[in-house]
């Protein structure tokens, strides 16, 4: 436990942010899994919600909850997943 007051806020902060944090971060997994068992089933539905997933992950990204650069490569490697998915389809 902290003793000096500075470090008590410290830790109260800490505590707000990861509960302001958590909302986001759960939605983006959760889209993120979406995607991926589309891309297994249903390349059509899983182009569709390619796009959901890229706004959650561009606002998460503009929140700061994750990097850019991650961002940047979850879309990547989702847009890569998902094309392949259409591409074994056909």
Not at 57 to 67: E, L, R, S, V, W
């Amino acid at each position: 436990m902290p003793i000096t007051s500075s470090a008590k806020k410290a830790m109260r902060q800490a505590k707000n942010r990861l509960e302001n944090r958590k909302p986001y971060k759960s939605r983006l997994k959760s889209e993120i899994k979406k995607v991926l068992t589309f891309a297994k089933t249903d390349a059509a539905k899983a182009q569709k919600q390619l796009s959901v997933a890229y706004k959650v992950i561009d606002t998460a990204a503009k929140k700061n909850i994750i990097h850019k650069n991650n961002a940047a490569r979850k879309k990547s490697r989702l847009a890569g997943i998902v094309a392949k998915s259409g591409a074994a389809k056909k």
